[in-house]
């Protein structure tokens, strides 16, 4: 039996039950009753979520198109990558990357780079975010959703990642693309 097998049957927690306590059009909450690997019972409280994907999009000159959100839970305007929730679990991420960079800011592009995948809040939700670099950028019109409301503007990637590191930009999945996407690009 291979190592990490070992380590999953050592740690791994047993479903005993499950109840959906809250079901809305973003989140499902759930109450789970677990075994523990001592044996002893305990509760988990988690949010199942369809998943999400970000981007990256740069410019040929290095500038990156950001966005400028009101974020209702933090009552603050924050920096942002293009991003949204997938439709359903079955989308492809790549068609949904596609779909909101040419949403929410109007830019289609040439050459996309899978940069993976990261869970936002492993301890409370299974949330999954699929993060891709846009390359080769062409400019259109946006199609915002009707409950959509942002700003666009473009800054250089140097200066984005200065930020990411010196704490003005508080967004996780807007910190962990931006520095891998620099790492890529060599900035």
């Known amino acids: 039996m291979e190592l990490r097998e070992k380590e ?23 109450h789970d009753r677990v075994i523990l690997p001592n044996g002893h019972e305990s509760g988990r409280d988690y949010i199942k979520h369809l998943g999400a994907v970000c981007v990256v999009p740069v410019t ?12 209702y839970p933090l009552d603050m ?20 990357a596609k779909r909101e960079l040419e949403e929410e800011t109007g830019y289609t592009a040439g050459r996309w ?39 666009i503007e473009k800054q250089p990637l140097e200066t984005l990642v200065n930020q990411v590191m010196n704490g003005e930009i508080v967004d996780i999945k807007t910190q962990a693309s931006i520095l891998k996407a620099a790492r890529i690009l060599g900035v």
């Open 8 to 30: 999953y049957e050592q740690l791994a927690e047993k479903m005993k039950s499950s109840t959906e306590t809250y079901h809305g059009p973003l989140l499902h909450v759930y």
């Open 60 to 71: 040929e000159d290095g500038e990156v198109i950001i966005e400028r959100q009101y974020r």
């Open 77 to 96: 305007v924050i920096t942002e990558i293009p991003a949204g929730k997938l439709d359903s679990p079955e989308e492809d991420r790549l068609s949904a």
């Open 113 to 151: 780079i899978d940069m993976g995948d990261f869970f936002p809040a492993v301890a409370y939700s299974t949330e999954r975010i699929s993060m891709y670099l846009a390359l080769d950028l062409k400019q259109g019109e946006r199609h915002l959703d009707a409950d959509e409301f942002l700003n």
